[in-house]
C-alpha cells in the first residue's frame, strides 16, 4: 500500500484517499497508489462503488513540478486514467480546492464528479505553452460541450462549481467533498446508475458536428486577444480532433501536439518563466528560519494615483487600509476614485455586486500623518521628489509604532538617504508598485543597506498575499526594471538620429512581441515629465525636446510622437513629427540612413540584456531569472520568449557580445560595449541561466 495513497472500505464504498502534501500533485509516488488502490477496490468483491478524494486543502492540483523535464517514471498517467474509466464499478472524483491540469483529466476520467461550492476546476497548461496531454482536450468537450471547452483549455481558466453543475461538468455541489462523494456513491448504487463514461459519450458534440461554426466562433472569440502564443492555437485544434474523430484518434493527435509543443521553444520560455516566479520568492541572504514580521494592519500615504491602486491591492485581500492624506479635499478625490473603479468592475462583472461596499469600508480614509500609529506596514506613495520624501519619512519615524515596517514606493530614488531621515534604518524598504497599482503584479522590493531580515521576509510575504510577484533588488538608480528601461530608451531615441521613425522603433517591438513601443510608452507618461527633467538637469534630447517645445506632450494633449484622436489611445501616423525630426536633423548636420527592423530590435534589447547583465555584475539583482520576472510581469516582455536574460541564453552570449561591439563602434556609443560578465559568459560558451 502507498504512503500517500490509501483505501478505506466504507461497506459498499471504497474510499480511495490522496493524502501528499502540499497540492496532492500526480508523483510517481501519487499515480502508483492511485493504480494500486484502485485496482484493489475493483478485485474487493464487497466494495461496488469507488471514491477518489484528497486530504489537506485541495484536491490534485495538477502534475508534480519536480518531474517536469526528467525521463517519466512509472506507471504513467494514461495508465492510472485508463484503470479509472474502465472500472466495472462507478467511480466518483470528490473535488474540493483545486482540480487543475492532470487533476482535472484525473477526473474526466472518473464515471462520475461531485465538488464542493468553493472549487476551481480547470485546464490551465496553455500557460506553460502546452496542452492538456491527457486526454483533457478529448473528455472536456464531451464533459460540457466544444463551446465551454474551448474557454476552458485556450484561456487557460478555471471556473467555479456553480458553473461546472450548469456545464454537468460536475453532477452535484456538496458541502463537502469526502462525504458528498460517498452519499452521491450510495445514491448512484441505490438508483442502479448505468456508468457513464465519457469517452464513449458523443452527445454534446452532436451540435458542432452539425454546425462547425459553433466552434470556430467560440475559437475566435477566446483567442482574438492573443498574439504571438503558439499553444492556445494548438489546443482548439485538439479540441476541434474531438468534434472530427474517434475518441482514441483523437487522443493520439492530442498527444502528438503535446509531444510537439513540449519540445518548442515557447513552451521551454514558459515553463522557465514558471519556475523563475517561484524562484524569485527566495530571499538570498536571509538565513532559515527567520520569523517575518507580522502585518495586519497598512497605512498608505498619499491618496493619488499610486497610493489608491496600492491601497486597493490590500483591500482586495480583505486587509484593512488607513488612507492617509495632507487635506480633505484631495482625500475625498482618491476615494471618490477608487469606489468609481469598483463600481466600474462590478458593472462589467468582474467582482460580485456588494464587492464595492465591502472593500470601500475597510478604507479608512483620514488626513494627518499621525493617523499611522496603529499600522505594521506604512506605504509612503507621495511626489517622487527626494525632499518630499525625506521630509515624509521625517514624520513617519515621529508617528509610526516601533517595530512598523516603514516602505517608500519610489521607481528611482536612494532609499538608503531616505532611511538615514529615521531611527531605524533597519525598519525601511522599498516596495516599487507598477501603475496601475491594483493591476500590475510586480512587486520590486528594494533591499536598503540597514534593512532587517524580518522586515524583507514580511514584504515578500504580504506582497504574495496581495496577489503581487515580489522580486528582491538592490538600491541603485532605477533598480532592475527602470534601469534597463532607460538603456532601451536611450537606443530608442538614439535610432531616431540614425534615421529610423517613431512608428518603425514601435512597430518593430510590438511585432517582437512587447504590448507597447518606446514612444507611444513615451506618451503615455507624458513627454514633459522628462523635459522638465532634463532641463532641471541641463540635459538635452534635441528631438524630444522640439516636440515638448511644439507643445506636444503625449496622449495629454492629444499629440506627441503620435496624434491621437479625441477619446482614442491609439496611435496614429503624424507627418508633422517626421517633419519635425528631418528639421533637427538638418539643423545638427545629420542625414538619415535606412534602419533594419533586426537593428532596432538588437539595439534596443541588447542594450537592455547588457544593462542586466552590470545589475548581475554589481550584486543589484541575485539572478537573471529575477531581472526576468521583472520585465514579464512589470513591463510585459512577451512570455513566449521568457525574459530579456533568458532570451539572451536563447540568442547565444557570443552573438550578443558581437552585434553589442559593432554597434558601439559604429555609434560610437560607449555605453553598448559588452560588459565584463557577458564578455566572460560568451568566451566560455556560458549562459546568464547557469549562473548562481
Not at 487 to 504: H, I, K, T, V, W
Request: proline letters at 5%; a neutral charge.
Amino acid at each position: 500500500m502507498s504512503n500517500v495513497v490509501s483505501l478505506k472500505s466504507h461497506d459498499e464504498v471504497g474510499l480511495v484517499t490522496i493524502d501528499s502534501p502540499p497540492v496532492n500533485a500526480l508523483s510517481a509516488a501519487v499515480r502508483g497508489g492511485i493504480l494500486d488502490c484502485v485496482q484493489q477496490a475493483i478485485a474487493d468483491p464487497t466494495i461496488r462503488a469507488i471514491v477518489l478524494t484528497c486530504s489537506g486543502r485541495t484536491f490534485i492540483a495538477g502534475a508534480d513540478i519536480t518531474e517536469f523535464g526528467k525521463p517519466p517514471k512509472q506507471p504513467g498517467l494514461d495508465e492510472v486514467l485508463a484503470a479509472l474509466e474502465s472500472s466495472p464499478k462507478p467511480t466518483v472524483a470528490a473535488i474540493h480546492g483545486t482540480a487543475l491540469g492532470g487533476g482535472l483529466e484525473v477526473a474526466l476520467a472518473c464515471h462520475f464528479r461531485v465538488a464542493d461550492k468553493n472549487a476551481k476546476l480547470g485546464l490551465p497548461e496553455v500557460k506553460l505553452g502546452l496542452l492538456p496531454g491527457a486526454g483533457g482536450t478529448q473528455r472536456l468537450p464531451r464533459a460540457v460541450g466544444p463551446e465551454l471547452a474551448v474557454k476552458m483549455i485556450v484561456s487557460g481558466n478555471p471556473i467555479g462549481s456553480q458553473e461546472a453543475l450548469r456545464s454537468g461538468l460536475i453532477e452535484e455541489v456538496v458541502e463537502e467533498a469526502s462525504a458528498g462523494g460517498e452519499t452521491f456513491a450510495r445514491k448512484l448504487l441505490a438508483e442502479k446508475r448505468a456508468i457513464r463514461r465519457l469517452r464513449d459519450d458523443d452527445t454534446k458534440l452532436a451540435a458542432a458536428r452539425a454546425d462547425r461554426s459553433i466552434f470556430t466562433t467560440a475559437v475566435a472569440a477566446t483567442t482574438k486577444k492573443i498574439r504571438g502564443l503558439e499553444a492556445p492555437l494548438a489546443a482548439a485544434d485538439a479540441i476541434g480532433y474531438a468534434i472530427d474523430l474517434p475518441f482514441d484518434e483523437g487522443l493520439k493527435k492530442e498527444r502528438e501536439i503535446f509531444l510537439r509543443l513540449m519540445s518548442s521553444d515557447q513552451s521551454k520560455a514558459q515553463r522557465y518563466a514558471f519556475f523563475a516566479e517561484r524562484e524569485a520568492a527566495k530571499i538570498p541572504g536571509v538565513p532559515n528560519g527567520i520569523q517575518p514580521r507580522l502585518v495586519e494592519r497598512v497605512a498608505i500615504i498619499g491618496a493619488g494615483t499610486m497610493g489608491g491602486g496600492i491601497a486597493m491591492s490590500f483591500v482586495n485581500a480583505g486587509i484593512p487600509v488607513t488612507l492617509v492624506e495632507t487635506g480633505r479635499e484631495q482625500l475625498d478625490r482618491g476615494l471618490d476614485i477608487m469606489r468609481k473603479n469598483y463600481d466600474a468592475t462590478a458593472a462589467r462583472g468582474g467582482i460580485p455586486a456588494d464587492a464595492p461596499e465591502k472593500r470601500m469600508a475597510l478604507i479608512n480614509g483620514t488626513v494627518g500623518i499621525e493617523n499611522i500609529k496603529h499600522a505594521d506596514l506604512i506605504v509612503e506613495a507621495v511626489f517622487e521628489t527626494m525632499a518630499i520624501k525625506k521630509d515624509v519619512f521625517g514624520q513617519i519615524d515621529q508617528f509610526a509604532k516601533p517595530g512598523a515596517i516603514l516602505a517608500t514606493n519610489t521607481s528611482f530614488l536612494d532609499i538608503n538617504e531616505i532611511a538615514k531621515e529615521t531611527k531605524r534604518p533597519q525598519d525601511v524598504l522599498g516596495m516599487h508598485f507598477f501603475s496601475p497599482a491594483n493591476v500590475m503584479k510586480l512587486c520590486e522590493v528594494v533591499r536598503a543597506a540597514d534593512t532587517a531580515p524580518d522586515v524583507l521576509q514580511a514584504v515578500v510575504s504580504v506582497a504574495r498575499k496581495i496577489g503581487k510577484v515580489p522580486v528582491v533588488v538592490g538600491v541603485c538608480d532605477g533598480f532592475v526594471g527602470n534601469r534597463m528601461l532607460m538603456a532601451r530608451q536611450r537606443q530608442a531615441s538614439q535610432l531616431l538620429f540614425d534615421g529610423a521613425l517613431p512608428q518603425q522603433v514601435d512597430a518593430a517591438l510590438t511585432k517582437f512581441g512587447m504590448p507597447m513601443g518606446p514612444f507611444a510608452m513615451g506618451d503615455l507618461a507624458g513627454l514633459d515629465i522628462g523635459w522638465r527633467s532634463r532641463k532641471d538637469r541641463g540635459i538635452k534630447s534635441e528631438i524630444e525636446d522640439a516636440l515638448c517645445e511644439a507643445g506636444r506632450f503625449g496622449q495629454k494633449t492629444g499629440k506627441g510622437f503620435f496624434r491621437y484622436e479625441e477619446g482614442s489611445r491609439a496611435p496614429l501616423h503624424d507627418p508633422e513629427v517626421e517633419k519635425l525630426i528631418d528639421e533637427t536633423l538638418s539643423r545638427l548636420g545629420r542625414k538619415r540612413r535606412v534602419v533594419s527592423d533586426e537593428e532596432i530590435i538588437e539595439r534596443t534589447t541588447y542594450s537592455m540584456i547588457n544593462e542586466g547583465a552590470r545589475i548581475l555584475e554589481e550584486g543589484i539583482a541575485a539572478r537573471a531569472s529575477d531581472i526576468d520576472v521583472v520585465w514579464l510581469y512589470g513591463y510585459g516582455w512577451p512570455i513566449y520568449r521568457g525574459g530579456p536574460m533568458h532570451y539572451a541564453d536563447h540568442v547565444g552570449l557570443q552573438r550578443l557580445a558581437d552585434r553589442l561591439s559593432y554597434y558601439a563602434r559604429e555609434s560610437n556609443d560607449a555605453s553598448l560595449q559588452p560588459t565584463q560578465l557577458l564578455m566572460e559568459l560568451a568566451e566560455q560558451d556560458g549562459k546568464f541561466g547557469a549562473r548562481g
